[in-house]
């Protein structure tokens, strides 16, 4: 009965996932038999090489992918809140008016939400900002602003694809602390796609490393670090670069 229970916790179980993709010409498998269960309240991070089925994995879970084989289970109502590899902020809108937007779509714009992405831009340092246009902005502020206007429909998962692969190495050092917090203090269950081994480490409670496509689990790792401490402080522990050394040698290098 405790296994049952055990097996069944997690918000998300995925279960001998197989994904294919049919077009005119060719069949391209991009996973095979996955089997992973996503821990509640936790930040799991998945790598493996480009083009080995990771965004599709993403897609799958959203549903806006149907699986071919294999199921995704849900135990709960899903509010996904999805970060795609680019930030699609919409240049011709206002930071406030890109922070609304998911709401916006849903049909959800009240004093009470508006009110909740104003503390979120306040809280995340992008107030005073509200009324400028993307461009304007660093690629760490607009990264913020990206991840703001997915928290605004407050999501329970939250899906990150690469999400700071377009940055640079400094900004990415820091908004790395910065994200960090946000989930942490929100305690969202998170999905964060990287090819970043170090981010990965510094960054995740689980690590799930996918082989070349098609896709499959090689390998996994559950991290046990105490919460208070950031990515930027976590990269200076011992253990780092024995653990990056481990993964490295774990992953389908081209
Ligand atoms: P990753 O995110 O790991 O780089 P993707 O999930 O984007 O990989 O893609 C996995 C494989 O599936 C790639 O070979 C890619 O070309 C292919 N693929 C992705 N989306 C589609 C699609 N909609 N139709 C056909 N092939 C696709
Ligand atoms: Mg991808």
New binding site residues.
Partial sequence: MLTIKTLFMNLINIRNLTKI?H?TTKE?K?LENISIDIEDNKITSII?P???????LLNLITKIESTSTGTIRNNKDLIIGYMMQTDALLPWMSVFDNAMLGLKLQKNINDETKCYVINLLKKYDLYEFKDEYPNNLSGGMRQRLALIRTLAIKPNILLLDEPFSKLDVETRKNITDDVYKIIKELNITTIL?THDIEEAISLSDNIIILSK?P?SVKCAYKLNYDEVTVPSERRKEGFFSKLYENIWSNIDHD
Avoid: L, Q, V
């Fill in positions: 993709y077009t391209i991009a493996g480009s083009g080995c089925g990771k965004s599709t796609i496509r896709g």
